[in-house]
């Protein structure tokens, strides 16, 4: 690759996974998933430069096939095993889930990252076992803007049973300081600021240092940004494509963000993963869907 070929607006770094899905609307085994596979799909609906890095077991890089075909970059690290998930939905809400991880991929290493240049990283983990805080801090030091997923360390895997726990993070402000994105859901939110209020989360999570504030629950998506907080809800007619809701939401928003403001960049978002939760699997539709989903919703 040449040098102009490394220069990106949007990378995602973090395991594409193997998924098993159970869930009343439907279960499905053996499906790639992960953070940067949803977040990179909800991405190149545009003209953007899209890049995925991720660590993963080279006998499953044929899971990578869609996201090349897609017009994604992918940078595989190759790792002895692949990640495995076992995502539990044991009620119809949405934000109720059991998760188990029963393989891991490793944490990245600096020497993980290719020669690249991008506008922003998006760390999109699915756990605690793929990023340190060192390795963010690597980042920063090259240069790069951040965006971060909390779940990244929120979602703690115990390593004997494979069992993940919603824990609080002693270091979350020194986190959240290195980053100018900070994306959380409604559970990873209450667990980190202790309080249900949505718009009260936000607000804490902007004065530990982020810029913007994503936070993804079952009706909608909320964005703070300079004090003031956006909301704007769901359209979807049915919830089979749950998974991987607030990855799509999150990369629909940060690559619009490129070039529009904060509430057209969360409209849209919001259009496009309603429009993804209605089958399951990463969101596959094009920009005239998005756009006419948004002039249907009030």
């Not at 920063?140 to 929120?154: A, H, I, P, T, Y």
């Not at 859901?185 to 989360?201: F, H, S, Y």
């Not at 003031?228 to 809701?245: D, I, M, P």
Request: glycine share 8%; with cysteine.
């Amino acid at each position: 690759m040449g040098a102009e070929m490394n220069r990106y607006d949007l990378v995602f770094i973090g395991h594409v996974t193997i998924d098993e899905i159970e869930a009343k609307e439907g279960s499905a085994q053996g499906v790639p998933g992960g953070a940067p596979y949803f977040g990179a799909f909800a991405a190149c609906w545009s003209e953007k430069r899209i890049a995925v890095v991720t660590r993963m077991a080279e006998e499953d890089a044929y899971m990578l096939e869609p996201l090349k075909a897609a017009g994604i970059d992918v940078y595989l690290q190759p790792a002895p095993s692949t990640t495995h998930m076992r995502v539990v939905h044991p009620t119809g809400k949405v934000d109720e889930r059991l998760m188990f991880q029963t393989q891991n991929a490793g944490f990245f290493a600096n020497a993980d990252m290719p020669p690249i240049e991008s506008r922003l990283i998006h760390l999109g983990a699915l756990t605690d076992r793929e990023f340190t805080i060192g390795f963010m801090r690597h980042l920063k030091e090259r240069g790069f803007r951040l965006s971060l997923d909390m779940q990244n360390f929120v979602r703690q895997v115990d390593t004997k049973t494979g069992a993940i726990q919603f824990r609080d993070v002693p270091r979350k402000r020194e986190i959240v300081g290195l980053a100018d994105n900070v994306k959380l859901d409604v559970i990873e939110a209450e667990v980190l600021t202790g309080t249900q209020n949505m718009e009260e989360a936000a607000r804490l999570v902007e004065e530990w240092g982020a810029l913007e504030t994503i936070l993804t629950c079952s009706d909608g998506a909320f964005v703070r940004c300079k004090g003031k907080t956006y909301f704007e809800r769901f359209s979807n007619r049915s919830s089979q494509g749950r998974t991987g809701r607030g990855d799509t939401t999150t990369g629909a928003y940060l690559a619009r963000r490129v070039d529009h403001t904060v509430q057209e960049s969360l409209r849209f978002a919001v259009a496009l993963a309603s429009i993804k939760m209605e089958t399951p699997g990463p969101f596959r539709g094009s920009l005239e869907d998005i756009l006419a989903r948004m002039n249907e919703s009030p």
